[in-house]
């Protein structure tokens, strides 16, 4: 029915500028003449295109476009955009309510997708164990088994995205940050809301941490060793290493804990990167300079975060910190599960930021914006929650986009990730048959990089596979598809 | 022609009218909204985009040009016309390339608050995803012609406003598009203040570097559906 009293009709128009590939996680495990794994590639095709897409547009419609582009972590690409137009528009500080504006948005991101990932997709293996089965390895069945797991990933995810609606304007897809600054500032009732429920968010953020410390002592081996390699690690970090999730330096340490990279500014890191192109994968290989695609490569993300800062600025979380790192015995913690308690502190860390902010006034400023004087080129990064994200851009003499350059959390993580399956693989795969176990151990090794692929955030909990392995010569000898 | 006001009927709502004025027109003054794209207050009505279409007197016609006479008796706000309005929009939706998530326009575009009017969420037509481009070389100014609906008001600005003719049409059909005097818009006579700029309804002709700075959701088809400024003249317009 049509009504033209305007009161009822939905105000929603919805087209998508790109149909999103929904799909299987695709491995390829290939034998060598003697039947032993001798590679595995986990192949990804989903980005693709949105750099051409950004050619020719404004550089202020960056921010808003490129996060409808790349649907998984949307806040993240939104700041990271506009925190490179803040360089194209001539700024190089942003007025200090745009700034905390923009870190209270980032914290609510991150906070919400951590908690996403925690609860919703790993916590039903790490609860109900690996080879549970699939149906029984749901947020459901936690929700069921464990109410008050439940009730955090319920909340702490809300919250999260309800920081991200009153600092962006929307909950999923904000739209506040703009070349300069934001155009918002944070409004009293809101500050008030967010106020009255961020100490309860916060400590069930650390009842959380504690019982996933409860779970590492309990599974001490197998948190250890599975699908566990040493690797460099790589993430941004503030002024003196203190942790920094929304800007600084990039530090990249090796798998002893030497800085192999500080202190590089987001305009070098072409200096110091190198992005690979292999034929099989649409995702790029990205390398140290210098070091080379076999042992250049290092992994992002939570863990990457924890390693490689000095300090954390909040305190629940620094504590945490050095629970932590008392596992490494001084040098950075390898276990690819630690993937999840690393993410557990970074969740802690962020609902204290939260909270912290929500009691600066800044936050009620009303200097918004900052101008200057129009650059050609733009380069920021930002640590989403998986990872490093960098954004570079160059902008013409019209203000259109010429050129984008895009490197995201999941693809610093391609490398590892190849490893992690790999690895799996060596010590799971018997003779030639894909088992149930091997399906489940590869979908939990995937998954502890939280890789933003459509096949890995099912917010139920279930990967879509496809596992193909292959014989020396390259002919399929199985095939196994979980839906 | 006499100069004696008169009386028509909307949906059965006697109107006061005065010779010259079209329906659009006598409706406007009198407080009752037909929705319209093409029209615009300040420019000559030319009758392009029939979302006005209204029955008068049994037939379907464009009421922006329509001029008004006595005792006509017109429909306007109908379940008929509203879904025939509905799908003129849905067209345009899916005749140009329109992703009002990220527009500058979105929110104070008058083709979107028509689609919120009429409770579209996506169009049920094929997309044509037509290939167009964006002509920023103007220094203020730029024209992202995949918004383009072709309703001409800048066409009718820019000559009767602005005295200049910096737009106009060629092609015919699903060909037509959007024409610049001399090309491109650096080659135009087209400045920022230019009332063929203000007249675009949609985010087709946009001012630069000032985009997104008011907030998505505070404006102005945010704060209340579009017409809602016409149906509040009804019952203040009585002198
Ligand atoms: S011009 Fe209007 S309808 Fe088109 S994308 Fe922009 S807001 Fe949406
Ligand atoms: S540019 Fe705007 S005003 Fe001109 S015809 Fe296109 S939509 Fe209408
Ligand atoms: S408004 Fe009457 S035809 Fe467009």
Same mark, same amino acid.
């Given at each position: =029915? ?57 550089? &202020? ?9 790349? *649907? ?22 942003? +007025? +200090? ?54 009730? &955090? ?6 919250? *999260? ?30 500050? !008030? ?9 916060? $400590?069930? @953020? ?28 790589? $993430? ?6 203190? =942790?920094?999730?929304? !800007? ?31 034929? &099989? ?15 250049? &490569? ?9 390693? @490689? @800062? ?49 009691? !600066? ?5 009303? !200097? ?116 | 022609?006499? /100069? ?18 079209? #329906? ?49 008796? #017109?429909?306007? %706000? ?18 140009? %390339? ?38 920023? /070389? ?19 600005? /820019? ?46 002709? #946009? ?33």
């Amino acid at each position: =029915m049509s009504s033209t009293d305007g009161t009822t009709a939905p105000r929603k128009i919805v087209i998508d500028p790109v149909t999103r590939v929904e799909g299987h996680g695709k491995v390829t495990i290939r034998l060598d003449a003697a039947g032993a794994v001798e590679d595995a590639r986990f192949h990804v095709v989903e980005f693709r295109g949105f750099e051409r897409f950004i050619q020719g547009r404004m550089y &202020w419609e960056v921010p808003l476009v490129i996060q409808r582009l790349c *649907g998984i972590c949307p806040v993240s690409h939104h700041l990271a955009a506009a925190k490179a137009m803040d360089q194209i528009a001539g700024v190089d500080r942003v +007025p +200090p309510t745009a700034d905390k504006m923009r870190r209270l948005m980032h914290y609510g991101q991150v906070l919400q997708s951590n908690a996403l990932h925690i609860f919703h997709l790993a916590s039903p293996d790490l609860l109900f164990g690996f080879d549970a089965p699939p149906e029984k390895r749901n947020i459901i069945a936690v929700l069921e088994r464990y109410p008050e797991i439940g009730k &955090w990933a319920i909340f702490i995810r809300k919250f *999260g995205q309800e920081v991200i609606k009153a600092t962006g304007g929307r909950k999923i897809h904000p739209t506040s940050a703009i070349p300069g600054g934001v155009n918002q500032n944070l409004a009293i009732a809101d500050r !008030d809301a967010l106020r009255a429920r961020v100490g309860e968010i916060i $400590s069930w @953020c650390t009842a959380a941490l504690e019982h996933h410390k409860g779970y590492v002592a309990a599974n001490r081996v197998l948190h250890e060793s599975f699908a566990t390699f040493p690797s460099a690690f790589m $993430s941004i970090t503030g002024e003196g290493g203190v =942790m920094d999730l929304y !800007d600084g330096t990039l530090r990249v340490i090796d798998a002893e804990g030497k800085a192999l990279i500080d202190g590089a500014s987001p305009a070098s890191y072409r200096d110091h990167l190198i992005e690979e192109v292999r034929s &099989w994968s649409y995702l790029k290989f990205p390398h140290l300079r210098g070091f080379g695609g076999d042992d250049g &490569w290092y992994r992002v993300g939570p863990l990457a975060q924890i390693n @490689c @800062c000095s300090a954390i600025d909040t305190p629940l979380a620094e504590a945490a910190r050095r629970d932590f790192m008392a596992v490494g015995g001084g040098h950075p913690v390898n276990a690819t599960l630690a993937y999840h308690w690393a993410r557990l502190i970074v969740l802690v860390h962020c609902a204290e930021k939260i909270e912290q902010l929500l009691f !600066d006034d800044d936050l009620q400023g009303t !200097d918004l914006r900052a101008e200057g004087t129009r650059r050609e080129e733009g380069i920021a990064w930002i640590e989403a929650p998986r990872g490093t994200l960098i954004h570079h851009y160059t902008v013409d003499k019209n203000d259109q986009v010429r050129s984008a350059n895009l490197i995201v959390s999941t693809t610093h993580n391609n490398e590892a990730m190849n490893r992690a399956v790999k690895q799996v693989a060596q010590t799971d795969l018997s003779g030639k048959e894909i088992t149930e176990g091997l399906l489940n151990h590869i979908e939990v090794a995937i998954r502890a990089f939280d890789p933003c692929l459509s096949c890995a955030t099912h917010a139920l909990g279930q990967m879509p596979l496809i596992v193909t392995l292959e014989d020396a010569s390259g002919a399929v000898i199985a095939r196994e598809v979980r839906q | 022609m006499s /100069s004696e006001r008169f009386t028509f009927t909307v949906d059965g709502v006697p109107v006061e009218a005065e010779p010259g004025q079209t #329906v659009v027109e006598a409706c406007d003054a009198a407080g009752i909204y037909i929705p319209r794209l093409c029209h615009h207050p300040d420019l000559p009505p030319v009758g392009h985009c029939r979302v006005c279409t209204c029955v008068i007197d049994g037939r379907q016609t464009a009421a922006c040009i329509m001029p008004a006479a006595k005792g006509m008796v #017109v429909e306007n %706000n109908t379940p008929a016309l509203n879904a025939e309005r509905r799908t003129l929009i849905e067209m345009l939706f899916a005749e140009g %390339n329109h992703f009002c998530q990220f527009c500058e326009a979105s929110g104070d575009c008058e083709l979107q608050a028509l689609g919120y009017l009429f409770g579209m969420v996506a169009p049920s037509f094929p997309h044509l995803w037509p290939e167009r481009p964006v002509d920023a /070389s103007h220094p203020d100014v730029y024209i992202d012609h995949n918004r383009c609906i072709l309703c001409s008001r800048c066409v009718r600005a /820019s000559r009767t406003l602005d005295g200049k003719s910096v737009f106009g049409f060629e092609g015919r059909g699903i060909d037509m598009h959007l024409t610049v005097t001399g090309g491109h818009l650096d080659e135009s006579a087209l400045a920022a203040a230019d009332k063929a700029v203000a007249a675009c309804p949609v985010g087709c002709i #946009v001012i630069k570097r000032t985009g997104y700075r008011t907030p998505y959701g505070r404006r102005r088809y945010d704060e209340a559906p579009i017409g809602s400024d016409i149906t509040a003249r009804r019952g203040g317009a009585k002198d």
